[in-house]
């Protein structure tokens, strides 16, 4: 079992920055691939970044490259969100997942899938007024 937790999420003014954490535990933190995903209220969830399990590769969803970096800290159980330039159509509630072992940017597109990761956290929520 593995427990995922966000933490982060709040209330910004559209321009800001905010930076999202998760932490995971239980299992070897290494071991898997981690994502966020995103729900906007009335939406479907909503791929954002996922990042590979040696933090070497990224891959984001098309409308968030340039504004949106994830990255993270095997040492430290922890994979990040950094947000720039938030718009109000990022408010959401972000949630972050734990996945399968994945360590090659090839086809690391296939990480979209949301039936792909086991384990998920409750979310955090970003709202971001105009």
């Known amino acids: 079992q593995v427990q995922v937790v966000e933490s982060g999420g709040g209330l910004v003014q559209a321009g800001a920055s905010l930076r999202l954490s998760c932490a995971a535990s239980?299992?070897?933190?290494?071991?898997?691939?981690m994502g966020w995903f995103r729900q906007a209220p009335g939406k479907m969830r909503e791929f954002v970044a996922v990042?590979?399990?040696?933090?070497?590769?990224?891959y984001y969803a098309d409308s968030l490259k340039g504004r949106f970096t994830i990255s993270r800290d095997n040492a430290q159980n922890g994979i990040y969100l950094q947000m720039n330039s938030l718009k109000p159509e990022d408010t959401a509630v972000y949630y972050c997942a734990f996945g399968p072992n994945y360590n090659t940017a090839q086809r690391l597109s296939v990480m979209m899938r949301e039936n792909l990761y086991d384990y998920w956290g409750q979310g955090t929520q970003v709202t971001v007024s105009s």
């Open positions: 990042i590979t399990s040696n933090g070497d590769s990224t």
């Open positions: 239980g299992r070897t933190f290494s071991a898997g691939a």
